[in-house]
């Protein structure tokens, strides 16, 4: 009875040893192609209305360098992207409260706010994220949210500044890849 245990485990190790040699074979007969955040970008979601205008949108990100180029329809972001074949950030100083802002949230700020922070600067990060079958794009930026307290003084509304915060991350946008 041992000796039947002993042989039944033996061709069971055989057995999984052949299936594993063979799995092994039929991978390295067909590598698989490096997936890279390289290529040509259509926006097909975004997080936010504020964002809808860019829908359809093209985007192609290149190497260069040591680092990554990122242009919007053919004009570069002016901006270099570091990282790796499946994620870049670019890490830049922006302006804490920017009326200009491309996501419009700065023109919602009192103009007294604004200029209580007027120059005050903070990195923000936009990063690109490649999905792991290589066909999708996750782009996030960090948004930047600015806090006031509102109160009456002699029949008069003022405003003043409390506090910041960064939100990493929070505005998004999906790209299927067209190349």
Known sequence: MKT?????????SVLIII???SSGLAQSANPQKTLSVEGQWEV????TQALRDNLGRKL????????YE???SEKPSGEA???NETRIVHTSLKELCDPADAHGAGEAIPVSVRQQVAGQKVPVNVSY????DGRFLQRAEDARWVYWDSKVI?????HTYTHSEIKPGFYTATFKRIQ
């Open 70 to 72: 990122v242009k919007w």
């Open 44 to 47: 097909v979601s975004v997080s």
């Open 154 to 158: 002699n029949n008069q509304l003022t």
């Open 129 to 132: 994220t490649l999905s792991a």
């Open 60 to 67: 192609t990100i290149a190497r260069q360098g040591d680092g």
């Open 19 to 21: 299936i594993s040699v």
């Open 81 to 83: 992207y570091s990282g």
């Open 4 to 12: 039947t245990k002993t042989a039944v485990a033996f061709l069971l």
